[in-house]
């Protein structure tokens, strides 16, 4: 079946504008995760969406990062005003329900390079 | 703070050898320890769990052991291949219902033909 899907799979914008980054769950999960994984560093949690629970959001670097996830499926993290620390690969992961629930499911991630 | 370390220069082995990777933590009492695959220009890919209570796990080439005293686990691949090339990430996760996971910076191993 289909995996977890990002887009864009690249963006470049100019300091200061804002992105929308999309996130396609694996059909069926109900727990979604956003990391940033920057050069050299290793992943850093964002936020955490678990069914129709408050998101965890205790990840999120600064005000200017927000997600949402809509109908308990596609997520979209904003970025507003961004910065050139912004620029990292921001990957998304999903879990499934039961058994298997501490297993993510990555995807290819959308690396966001700010000029 | 939490601290999760792993052999932060690669690790080069020869064909059909034996890799041995290291995960070490301080500050923590995972409930579970995983290991992940992460090839260049893609996201992880699962490969092992771990629990607390669980000293090895198996899955086909790779064993995963986990020392709670220690606070270390340890990523074996045998018989390595050079597809096995790739940086492995080692990630610690909290209680059931909490589902932070806590990934390390990752080892690239490189498996020369």
């Known amino acids: 079946g289909a995996g977890v899907s990002q887009s864009p799979s690249n963006k470049v914008t100019e300091k200061g504008k804002d992105v929308e980054l999309r996130c396609d769950p694996i059909?069926?999960?109900?727990?979604l995760y956003w990391y940033r994984q920057s050069l050299g560093q290793g992943l850093e949690f964002l936020i955490y969406?678990?069914?129709?629970?408050?998101?965890?959001k205790s990840g999120l670097p600064s005000d200017r990062f927000s997600a949402e996830r809509t109908g308990g499926s596609v997520s979209t993290l904003t970025i507003q005003r961004t910065q050139q620390e912004d620029s990292a690969v921001y990957l998304c992961?999903?879990?499934?329900?039961?058994?298997?629930?501490?297993?993510?499911?990555f995807g290819p991630g959308t690396r966001l390079t700010v000029t | 703070s939490q601290k999760i370390e792993q052999n932060s220069e690669a690790l080069n082995i020869q064909e059909g050898k034996t890799a041995t990777l290291t995960c070490n933590y301080t500050?923590?009492?995972?409930?579970?320890l995983q290991w992940y695959r992460q090839d260049p220009g893609r996201g992880p890919v699962f490969l092992l769990l771990?629990?607390?209570?669980?000293k090895e796990k198996r899955k086909e080439r790779l064993k995963v052991t986990f020392d709670t005293t220690l606070k270390q686990s340890l990523f074996h691949i045998t018989a390595s291949q050079p597809a096995d090339s790739a940086t492995y990430l080692c990630?610690?996760?909290?209680?059931?219902?909490?589902?932070?996971?806590?990934f390390g910076i990752g080892t690239k191993l490189q498996v020369i033909p």
């Open positions: 992961a999903s879990s499934p329900v039961g058994d298997r629930s501490d297993e993510q499911y």
């Open positions: 059909s069926g999960h109900t727990a």
């Open positions: 969406f678990q069914g129709n629970s408050a998101p965890d």
């Open positions: 500050n923590y009492s995972p409930a579970y």
């Open positions: 771990i629990r607390e209570n669980e």
């Open positions: 990630a610690l996760g909290g209680r059931r219902g909490y589902q932070k996971v806590t």
